[in-house]
């Protein structure tokens, strides 16, 4: 089993910034990708960006040019650098693993990202 904990979500006014992690720990070896996506109230979840474990990145259209996905590999953990939000970010972030080996996915408790004046 893969655990996977997602910190740094919370109330940020518009065109600010934000940084979230998460930290992966349990039975994860060998290579893996990671990724963030979110969930708005009403809206299905959707990408925001991803990062194999080759350090390749993708990003969904709507978070380019604002937000930077890496990882840590040493600390097994995932950023997402978030600037220039707007209210149409808010949202659950939830970060995922894809681990290669087995294609398994696992999937973190989520954090809440609120963008409001």
């Known amino acids: 089993q893969v655990q996977l904990v997602e910190s740094g979500g919370g109330l940020v006014q518009p065109g600010g910034p934000l940084r979230l992690s998460c930290v992966a720990s349990?039975?994860?070896?060998?290579?893996?990708?990671m990724g963030w996506y979110r969930q708005a109230p009403g809206k299905q979840r959707e990408l925001v960006a991803i990062?194999?474990?080759?350090?390749?990145?993708n990003y969904a259209d709507s978070t380019k040019g604002r937000f930077t996905i890496s990882r840590d590999n040493a600390k097994k953990t995932l950023y997402l650098q978030m600037n220039s939000l707007k209210p149409e970010d808010t949202a659950v972030y939830y970060c995922?693993?894809?681990?290669?080996?087995?294609?398994?996915?696992?999937w973190g408790q989520g954090t809440q990202v609120t963008v409001s004046s």
């Open positions: 349990g039975s994860i070896f060998g290579l893996y990708d």
């Open positions: 990062v194999t474990s080759g350090a390749i990145t």
């Open positions: 995922k693993v894809v681990l290669r080996s087995t294609l398994r996915q696992y």
